[in-house]
Nanobody, 120 residues
Framework: VQLQASGGGLVPAGGSLKLSCAGI????????AAWYRQAPGKQRELVAS???????YYVDSVKGRFTVSRDDVKKATYLQMNDLQPEDTASYYCNAGGLATVALGRFDSWGQGTQVTVSS
């Protein structure tokens, strides 16, 4: 299953973007969907996740600014990003799986990410 992220772009500091991830709920036995990001020279990190029970997780650096959500009808998940800062610049990826897999980011494959660039 290919999970494609979209919605990235170039925004000034303080701006907003909404990322979308399609195809995520076509995978069986998914316990959570998640967004990750990878900046140049850095490891990929878990940014936000949402479980089938709608329990959410956010890395400390985005709390209060980012919101993860899901649409079971459209089989998609979203990441609303507000008050973007230059340190949010990265390629953003989505994925889904079991809770441990999501927490550790240990997926066999990754779909194409979407670039978010925040200018100062």
């Amino acid at each position: 299953v290919q999970l494609q992220a979209s919605g990235g772009g170039l925004v000034p500091a303080g701006g907003s973007l909404k990322l979308s991830c399609a195809g995520i709920f076509s995978v069986l036995k998914i316990n959570a969907a998640a967004w990750y990001r990878q900046a140049p020279g850095k490891q990929r990190e878990l940014v936000a996740s949402i479980t089938n029970g709608n329990r959410t997780y956010y890395v400390d650096s985005v709390k209060g600014r980012f919101t993860v959500s899901r649409d079971d009808v459209k089989k998609a998940t979203y990441l609303q990003m507000n008050d973007l800062q230059p340190e949010d610049t990265a390629s953003y990826y989505c994925n889904a799986g079991g809770l441990a897999t999501v927490a550790l980011g240990r997926f066999d494959s990754w779909g194409q990410g979407t670039q978010v660039t925040v200018s100062s």
